[in-house]
């Protein structure tokens, strides 16, 4: 009993450290780019973005820079949110570049990405 006592409150302060850790940045309310909220970003962190059409530099090409993160819209699992949530390429490249060292932890969700543009995968 003792040693499940010990077991149950390390598992809860890990949880507590890892949610600590975390943070949330969102787009456009606190950063105008999908690219600059990125870049603030830590491993582990999560960038939510609001519906609309988010086009031009710093909304295409997206680069997670080998960071472990989340980029989605403000519900995945909505088809009316997902499909409100547009990155817009503009037939100038892609809609996001995982060629750093991105990993399974690096992901995308819940966004609809039109007009990109590249030789070999035009959405990512």
Same mark, same amino acid.
């Given at each position: 009993?003792?040693?499940?006592?010990?077991?149950?409150?390390?598992?809860?302060?890990?949880?507590?450290?890892?949610?600590? =850790?975390?943070?949330?940045?969102?787009? !456009?309310?606190?950063?105008?780019?999908?690219?600059?909220? @990125?870049?603030? %970003?830590? /491993?582990?962190?999560?960038?939510?973005?609001?519906?609309?059409?988010?086009?031009?530099?710093?909304?295409r090409n997206i680069n997670f820079?080998?960071?472990? =993160?989340?980029?989605?819209?403000?519900? !995945?699992?909505?088809?009316?949110?997902?499909?409100?949530? @547009?990155?817009? %390429?503009? /037939?100038?490249?892609?809609?996001?570049?995982?060629?750093?060292?991105?990993?399974?932890?690096?992901?995308?969700?819940?966004?609809?990405?039109?007009?990109?543009?590249?030789?070999?995968?035009?959405?990512?």
């Amino acid at each position: 009993m003792k040693l499940m006592k010990k077991t149950a409150v390390c598992f809860l302060a890990v949880l507590i450290c890892n949610s600590a =850790i975390a943070a949330v940045h969102y787009v !456009p309310d606190e950063y105008a780019t999908i690219q600059v909220a @990125v870049n603030a %970003c830590q /491993d582990f962190d999560i960038v939510i973005i609001a519906p609309g059409r988010y086009y031009g530099s710093g909304n295409r090409n997206i680069n997670f820079n080998g960071k472990s =993160i989340t980029v989605r819209s403000i519900d !995945p699992t909505d088809p009316n949110v997902v499909n409100s949530t @547009v990155i817009d %390429c503009e /037939d100038k490249g892609r809609g996001f570049a995982f060629y750093m060292g991105e990993n399974a932890d690096s992901t995308v969700s819940g966004l609809t990405i039109t007009n990109g543009y590249a030789l070999l995968g035009g959405a990512v």
